[in-house]
């Protein structure tokens, strides 16, 4: 069905810059970001996906389906990154499993983008309170993997967090204290306030995503091996886990709305896994989590399987069920 969709996803800038990043290191370039720059480029990132998300929620009309839409929008990426945590931990150390975790309970942008194209094909046009849902979701997602970190974290060199301690922690985290913030000041200004700083928090932002990944790229490269030693489980896990959340959420969505594209981009946002804000929040957070695992699950396996398999299929079953 989808071939010519594929095919030009797969010319996508952003993810083509990521593979040069990784051929950089295969081929042994000094082709490098600057640790500096980075860590701009990841700030801007969230704080741009937070603005634009509060702008879509300020002109929303909240009726009682938007409301249980958002709810639940909100507890599935709480409850996904607890149970891929615990599947993750499985196989793998503490940190990686925390970072996938969230990267799976968050979600996707470039994967909600192709489904609005998508939709957009069959003459459908999705609400646009579902644009900041797409932001809220990061928050909890990210707040969940850095809790089970903390929690789970063994090392008695440093002092032990408690929970309640760490839950603030993850609140007053930079990268979640963005977020949030940028939302709450995007829903509080003006469309004309907005307007002003459009050509920083919109026109340049596809931009600065395919230098963030360039940089992932980079830093995946380096560490790629790692996913390779994993065998068949990090590969298994970001094909079943993506097909199931997305399936479930498509099949349990009908309890809040009956709305088509609404449950549709409910299932692709429950699906899909963050390569944007969970790599930037890690990267200035918990270091010690490896991209060069997590980033090729989510951008190099799990994108390309919803593309191609989880698009028609969690459409098929909004419609079905």
């Not at 408690?162 to 930079?174: C, D, E, F, P």
Request: with cysteine.
């Amino acid at each position: 069905m989808d071939l010519t969709l594929l095919v030009e996803n797969l010319r996508n800038p952003a993810l083509l810059f990521y593979l040069l990043g990784i051929a950089a290191v295969y081929l042994k370039s000094d082709l490098e970001i600057p640790a500096n720059s980075s860590k701009f480029i990841s700030i801007y990132l969230l704080f741009s996906i937070g603005f634009k998300g509060g702008q879509e929620l300020s002109t929303e009309v909240f009726t009682q389906e938007v409301w249980l839409t958002i709810g639940m929008g909100i507890l599935v990426s709480a409850l996904i990154p607890i149970y891929c945590f615990f599947i993750a931990r499985r196989k793998l150390n503490l940190f990686d499993s925390g970072a996938i975790a969230a990267a799976y309970g968050s979600i996707s942008a470039v994967t909600f983008i192709t489904a609005i194209s998508y939709l957009e094909l069959l003459d459908m046009h999705p609400k646009g309170f579902m644009v900041a849902l797409m932001a809220i979701m990061e928050v909890p997602a990210i707040i969940a993997g850095l809790l089970l970190i903390s929690i789970f974290n063994k090392d008695t060199t440093g002092p032990r967090i408690k929970k309640r301690v760490a839950l603030r922690h993850s609140i007053t985290n930079g990268s979640v204290f963005l977020i949030l913030g940028s939302l709450l000041i995007g829903y509080l200004a003006t469309a004309e306030q907005a307007k002003g700083i459009e050509p920083f928090t919109t026109d340049i932002f596809k931009g600065f995503l395919a230098v963030f990944l360039l940089d992932m790229g980079i830093s995946s490269g380096r560490k790629l091996n790692y996913f390779f030693k994993g065998g068949l489980f990090p590969l298994l896990f970001a094909i079943a886990i993506p097909l199931f959340n997305g399936s479930v959420v498509a099949w349990l969505s009908g309890l809040v709305s009956d709305d088509i594209s609404s449950r549709f981009l409910l299932a692709i946002l429950a699906a899909s896994a963050s390569y944007i804000a969970v790599p930037a929040a890690m990267k200035l957070t918990v270091p010690q989590a490896n991209p060069g695992l997590f980033l090729p699950m989510a951008l190099g396996i799990t994108f390309p399987v919803n593309v191609t398999i989880g698009i028609p299929l969690y459409m098929y079953l909004v419609q079905s069920l």
